[in-house]
């Protein structure tokens, strides 16, 4: 038996196109329209100095990924890692948090196509649109992955487009000065503006943080990318570079261009209303559906994502011989593990459909946090293990990288639980789950499941 990976997926991903694909994961406009709002109406200008605050973190956790998937350029991205350095059962118990919070977060995501189409019709803003999204983009992301590369990449032009109206827009006709980016301020009682201490802008990095992620996914198409062991690093830090500038700078421009900060904060929808206000309703229609079709190219993505994901889990062996059979198939025709997307399509529709959308934010609002504290603990140990491709990526001030990204998370985790454990709980609830399965079902046939081989060599 060969101690590598044999090679079923098609090697055919150039890095610009793996990149293409990641942004369509990390979806920065729907960042910039969706979650970065709620650090505009706790910070008002003072979100800027969040966001960049957090993309000095983001490149700390960056590193982590680049220098652990330049090593191991495995498809099943986090837990591969985990497993072959923080031990096995911590690696299955990150495979179950991860597939937990991969198919909820497309129900999540999924949901806010209909909100953002409901400009044009009200009707759009319906369960049923989501489960209509899923169905489609599972369609989607049955097609080979050079093909979904160039969908994305397109759908991903028009979402920087929208996020451009803002830029224009915002800095076109600047009302205030930079000094506003590093004064935080929220809504006082009167409605005016009122100072807030920097303690409770660091607690809200953690949103910018959550705002940003998704860079690290490349390594997902790692078996699908040419000269992956050579590339990965690039493709994640370059993610993450633009990920940061298309969501920074919109942010700065809506800041620094609108009439009253006063106004913006006490929006529920404070960039729509921006737009409204400077371009008027037929340019909130036209970007509007522009964040729908980004969060739609989302949904691909991250259909893509799960999809290796699972088929990763399989060839693995972590399930009864069957399903390790049907999820670990590759399509002759189409290279890609059709049996593993469609099964995230159907979970992740069902789940749209059955649970509560409060319930879904919750089970998946800390996973980012706990995966990156297991990157950051698998970094530590890197140097110290064998395996993997000796030709890697190493990052600049190991061990400090990882270091950083331990303390910040643990600062994270402890206002999470100040706040509000359940997030956590389900978190650790699933790497339970996980550890579990492992001593029951992996762990007695561990000569046979989860021997976990070397990646295979990817120079064509």
């Known amino acids: 038996m060969s101690n590598e990976y044999r090679q079923e997926l098609a090697r055919s991903l150039t890095l610009r196109e793996n990149i293409l694909i990641t942004l369509s994961t990390v979806t920065p406009a729907s960042s910039v329209f969706i979650i970065i709002p709620s650090l505009i109406v706790g910070l008002a200008g003072g979100s800027v100095a969040a966001m960049v605050i957090a993309a000095f973190l983001a490149i700390f956790v960056g590193l982590c990924y680049a220098e652990l998937s330049s090593r191991w350029p495995i498809s099943g991205g986090e837990y591969t890692w985990a497993a072959r350095l923080l031990g096995k059962p911590m690696g299955f118990g990150v495979l179950t948090l991860s597939l937990m919070a991969g198919i909820l977060i497309i129900s999540v995501i999924g949901s806010g196509v209909g909100t953002y189409l409901s400009v044009v019709w009200d009707g759009f803003d319906s369960p ?49 000065g930079l000094d506003t980016f590093v004064t935080p301020q929220t809504l006082g009682a009167s409605g005016g503006l009122e100072p807030v201490t920097w303690g409770v802008l660091f607690s809200l990095v953690s949103v910018a943080l959550f705002a940003y992620g998704g860079y690290g996914t490349a390594v997902f198409y790692s078996e699908e990318t040419k000269n992956a062991s050579k590339t990965m690093a690039r493709a994640v830090m370059v993610s993450l570079l633009v990920t940061v500038l298309v969501e920074l700078l919109p942010v700065m421009a809506v800041i620094l261009g609108a009439d009253s900060l006063e106004s913006l904060m006490a929006s529920d929808t404070p960039m729509n209303d921006f737009l409204v206000q400077r371009g008027g309703e037929t340019v909130n229609m036209l970007v509007s559906i522009g964040i729908a079709i980004a969060v739609f190219n989302a949904v691909i993505a991250i259909q893509i994502q799960n999809a290796r994901l699972v088929f990763a889990s399989a060839r693995d062996r972590s399930w009864p011989v069957g399903v390790d059979r049907l999820l670990g198939s590759i399509n002759p025709r189409t290279k890609s593990p ?78 999470i639980l100040a706040t509000d454990p359940t997030p956590l709980i389900v978190a650790v609830a699933s790497i339970l789950v996980g550890v579990i399965w492992y001593a029951i079902f992996i762990r007695p046939k561990q000569g046979e499941r989860w021997t976990l081989p070397e990646p295979q060599a990817d120079e064509s």
């Open 128 to 176: 049923w649109t989501t489960i209509i999204v899923i169905v489609i983009t599972t369609v989607v992301a049955c097609f080979t992955i050079k093909t979904n590369a160039w969908v994305t990449g397109i759908f991903l032009g028009l979402e920087v487009l929208a996020v451009l109206v803002l830029v224009v827009l915002g800095f076109s006709d600047i009302q205030r």
């Open 338 to 415: 059709i049996a593993a997307t469609v099964l995230v399509g159907v979970l992740a529709a069902a789940a749209g459909y059955l649970l509560p959308f409060a319930w879904l934010i919750v089970a998946t609002s800390a996973t980012v946090v706990v995966i990156y504290v297991a990157i950051a603990f698998a970094s530590l140990r890197a140097r110290s293990a064998s395996g993997g491709r000796p030709d890697h990526y190493r990052m600049p001030l190991w061990p400090l990288p990882p270091i950083i990204v331990i303390a910040f998370m643990a600062y994270v985790l402890y206002k």
